[in-house]
Each structure stands twice: as C-alpha cells, then as structure tokens.
C-alpha cells in the first residue's frame, strides 16, 4: 500500500496497540525509508507522545518501559557479525520484550519463527512509501486481521 509519514505513523500505533511481550517486529528498507519514523511512532504510541526516541545507530540498542513491558528498540546497520546481537541483549529482549530491529538482515538467522517483518520501499514520489507486512506464524496472522490498516 502507497503511504505517507501519517499513515506510517498511524500504522505503528495500531501495531503497538497489538504487540505484547515476546513479539520480534523487523524493518527492512534501504536509507531514509521510515524505519525510525515508525519506530519512534511505536514507542511513543505505548510511553508518551513526547517521548524522546533517538535513532539507536550507534548506541545499537535503546530501551523503554511501557505498560506492555520493556520495547528493545535495535538498530543493527554497523553490526560487523551476527553474533554481536547476544552483546546487545537479543536474548533477553526475546525472552520477555517487545523487539523492534532496523536493519534486521544483519542478523537474519537470530530471529524466532514467529515474527512480523515490515517492508518499507520507495513510493511515487519523495514523500510516500510502499508498505507491505509480512506475518510469520499463526500468532502474527491472526493478529494482523484486528488492523485497519489493508493492503
């Protein structure tokens, strides 16, 4: 579906409002597509809208507290290995946190079965974006339906 900043926005709160516990959220896009603005749209959606949410690019893992539980917000673009994630605390995010992760490809193979991969690609023009949600697993499918959001 073609959108802009609003819609990603919109988006990122509605998956926020489903998201609970355990749940691995993974953004694929190049440079500049709207992995951190839907991030940011996330998180502030579950701490407050005024919520500082810095790119984690080289702090590489940012966290914060919600009602839902802690969001573990990675962004693993300068990663040199894919082991590097277990020294940012992957493990425990996927224990018992929400994980958000830019750059996901770096360390594909770390993931669980169960997850939702977002791609964001270039629109029509500067200011939109092609979206596409990709459910994995059962849990994922089901949870997805309960979206306005249509592709």
């Not at 082991?83 to 993931?111: C, H, N, Q, T, Y």
């Not at 939109?128 to 339906?145: A, E, V």
Request: charged share 25%; net charge negative.
């Amino acid at each position: 579906m073609l959108v802009n900043q609003q819609q990603i926005e919109q988006l990122a709160g509605e998956i926020a409002n489903i998201a609970h516990p355990g749940d691995v959220i993974l953004l694929y896009g190049t440079l500049g597509m709207g992995k951190t603005v839907f991030s940011r749209a996330f998180i502030r959606s579950l701490t407050t809208p005024t919520e500082e949410v810095p790119s984690p690019t080289f702090t590489l893992v940012q966290l914060y507290d919600t009602d839902k539980g802690t969001i573990w917000h990675f962004d693993l673009y300068r990663l040199q290995s894919p082991e590097e994630v277990f020294e940012i605390g992957l493990e425990e995010a996927l224990i018992d946190g929400i994980s958000l992760v830019e750059w996901p490809d770096k360390a594909s193979r770390m993931f669980p079965k169960n997850k939702l991969e977002i791609h964001i690609e270039n629109g029509t023009d500067a200011n939109t974006r092609q979206i596409k949600l990709i459910p994995i697993g059962t849990d994922w499918t089901n949870r997805i339906k309960e979206l306005s959001w249509k592709e």
